[in-house]
């Protein structure tokens, strides 16, 4: 497969690698894709006060376009709220990795890690409300 | 750059094309015009790649060897070509679900078109399932199509005992014998019809043979019309330097291949070694014994192969990943072997061959060591 330089920069050394606490009613988890299809991402942030992402981090299996693609939407997140990641779209992270046509569910399946890890994070808060009334 | 991709091409050997080089701008003439000088010089020159083509096979009668433009014609030759010319004979043509996908597709088109075709199942090292093949023959089989050598894990089938098989049934039988040739020793005693490639075995692109048994007369129906070279069988015009190509690389692959086995059997096992000693859950998907030693696919649990490609890319290998492919299907050979999904997508296959060195498969290991230990760390299936 002939990736652009974006990708091949962004495998090699990839940004944000890690996991944060999962218990943290702070933290947003998202798990998506399956081992079968070849593409599994594991994404997570973490929420502070002020409604910012403050952390974001990934763990990819999959191919150069799939750990890219994690790798660039998690450093993007970072420091916006949660309805600016939510309007970072799969054509922007396609169009910067100049992701390949057969590789573009990749960018998709990171913008559905982002959006399910804040759904994760939003209802991990309104259990959290719930408690304190 | 290190080229460990040997089952999908082999480099020229410079002693081919040295023997080619004569007949581009020299001995031009036509190998069919048998009127003058230059032509007989070309026909001899095909007659004695013909020879050599048949040596490495045992093939008592040259003659019996067809010139093609390689080994995705000589399988459609001797599959369409036996379907259609014995189609009063019967319906039945039987495969394997691992056979190459030029075997495959043509199995397939005259599906379409009618015949009644069974795709065999291989047990989960790679190797047919002889009970499932035994059942699948009827007194409306004429064809059985098995290859000699697979592909992308590199098991080695019973030919000889699928052919004997077929032969007590009156079956006519095939074999895709392009990744075995020079390899390991190959027959005809049992086998009607083999199928053979030029740039498998370090000769040209371009070219390939079928062999069809004359002792028992066959005929295969051509793919196409033309001049009738080929006795018929074959129009069109050979291109003698080819020819000479593979007929070169043939006697070279038969005087070599005892001293190249040995060789790549060391290598197998040295390479296997370091793996398995630094990484776990790593899986060798096929037979590690009933296999040819340059071909290994290997496993690595929680990573997926292209991205272990992407990691070397100073290294030419393959892999039988949804993400190498244009598809998105993983391979159907190592689905086929009723492995867990996701090693489908987590494997490569190194490829050794004659100019392989004992360095370049260290640091091969190595790297991939290297590259999956990086690669498991960032995994989300992987658990140290």
């Known amino acids: 497969m002939k990736y652009s330089k974006e990708v091949m920069d962004l495998y090699q050394n990839p940004k944000n690698i890690g996991s944060l606490d999962e218990n943290d009613a702070n933290v947003g988890t998202s798990v998506v894709g399956a081992p079968s299809c070849g593409d599994v991402i594991k994404l997570q942030i973490k929420v502070d006060e002020?409604?910012?992402?403050?952390?974001?981090?990934?763990?990819?299996?999959?191919?150069?376009?799939?750990?890219?693609?994690?790798?660039?939407?998690?450093?993007?997140?970072?420091?916006?709220n949660l309805e600016e990641a939510k309007n970072i779209k799969n054509k922007d992270v396609a169009e910067h990795l100049s992701l390949p046509p057969v590789k573009l569910h990749c960018s998709v399946l990171a913008e559905e890690a982002v959006s399910k890890a804040i759904e994760d994070y939003q209802s991990k808060q309104k259990n959290l409300n719930k408690k304190i009334i | 750059m290190i080229y460990?991709?040997?089952?999908?091409?082999?480099?020229?050997?410079?002693?081919?094309?040295?023997k080619m080089l004569p007949y581009f701008c020299e001995i031009y003439g036509n190998p069919h015009s048998s009127t003058h000088v230059m032509g007989e010089?070309?026909?001899?020159?095909?007659?004695?790649?013909?020879?050599?083509?048949?040596?490495?096979?045992?093939?008592?009668?040259?003659?019996?060897?067809?010139?093609?433009?390689g080994a995705t014609e000589a399988n459609n030759l001797a599959i369409q070509g036996i379907a259609h010319f014995y189609k009063e004979r019967g319906n039945r043509i039987i495969t394997s679900v691992i056979?190459?996908?030029?075997?495959?597709?043509?199995?397939?088109?005259?599906?379409?078109?009618?015949?009644?075709?069974?795709?065999?199942?291989?047990?989960?090292?790679?190797?047919?399932?002889?009970?499932?093949?035994?059942?699948?023959?009827?007194?409306?089989?004429?064809?059985?199509?098995?290859?000699t050598v697979n592909n992308e894990i590199g098991t080695c089938q019973p030919i000889d005992e699928i052919g004997k098989l077929c032969h007590e049934r009156g079956i006519i039988f095939h074999t895709d014998a392009a990744q075995a040739i020079g390899k390991i020793p190959v027959n005809v005693k049992n086998i009607d019809l083999m199928s053979i490639s030029g740039h498998k075995i370090y000769g040209p692109k371009g070219?390939?043979?079928?062999?069809?048994?004359?002792?028992?007369?066959?005929?295969?129906?051509?793919?196409?019309?033309?001049?009738?070279?080929?006795?018929?069988?074959?129009?069109?015009?050979?291109?003698?330097?080819?020819?000479?190509?593979?007929?070169?690389?043939c006697e070279i692959a038969a005087k070599e291949m005892r001293e190249e086995y040995t060789r790549l059997v060391a290598f197998k096992s040295y390479f296997l070694r370091q793996i398995f000693d630094n990484l776990p859950k790593v899986y060798l998907n096929g037979d590690r014994d009933k296999s040819?030693?340059?071909?290994?696919?290997?496993?690595?649990?929680?990573?997926?192969?292209?991205?272990?490609?992407?990691?070397?890319?100073?290294?030419?290998?393959?892999?039988?990943?949804?993400?190498?492919?244009?598809?998105?299907?993983?391979?159907?050979v190592l689905k086929s072997l009723s492995i867990r999904e996701d090693l489908a997508h987590s494997s490569i296959r190194i490829g050794f061959?004659?100019?392989?060195?004992?360095?370049?498969?260290?640091?091969?290991?190595?790297?991939?060591?290297?590259?999956?230990?990086?690669?498991?760390?960032?995994?989300?299936?992987?658990?140290d």
């Open chain 2, 99 to 147: 056979e190459h996908p030029c075997v495959l597709e043509t199995c397939k088109a005259l599906a379409r078109e009618g015949f009644d075709v069974v795709f065999v199942p291989v047990l989960s090292n790679g190797i047919i399932d002889l009970d499932s093949f035994k059942k699948a023959i009827t007194s409306e089989t004429i064809l059985a199509s098995i290859m």
């Open chain 2, 41 to 69: 010089e070309a026909a001899d020159a095909v007659e004695k790649a013909r020879a050599q083509v048949a040596d490495i096979i045992s093939a008592e009668n040259p003659k019996d060897i067809i010139f093609t433009s």
């Open chain 1, 50 to 80: 002020n409604g910012c992402i403050s952390d974001a981090k990934f763990k990819a299996f999959g191919c150069g376009a799939a750990i890219a693609s994690s790798a660039l939407i998690t450093d993007w997140v970072q420091g916006k």
């Open chain 2, 4 to 18: 460990l991709d040997y089952q999908a091409t082999t480099p020229c050997d410079q002693r081919v094309l040295d």
């Open chain 2, 292 to 332: 040819i030693p340059g071909c290994i696919n290997l496993s690595f649990d929680g990573v997926e192969g292209e991205g272990i490609m992407l990691g070397m890319r100073d290294i030419c290998v393959s892999s039988g990943s949804a993400c190498s492919s244009q598809t998105l299907e993983p391979s159907y």
């Open chain 2, 353 to 383: 061959g004659r100019f392989t060195t004992q360095e370049e498969i260290e640091y091969t290991a190595s790297k991939i060591i290297e590259t999956v230990r990086k690669l498991r760390k960032m995994s989300p299936i992987w658990n």
């Open chain 2, 207 to 249: 070219i390939g043979a079928l062999y069809i048994n004359g002792k028992e007369r066959l005929r295969v129906s051509p793919l196409f019309h033309g001049g009738r070279q080929e006795r018929g069988m074959r129009s069109g015009t050979l291109p003698t330097p080819l020819c000479v190509g593979i007929g070169a690389a």
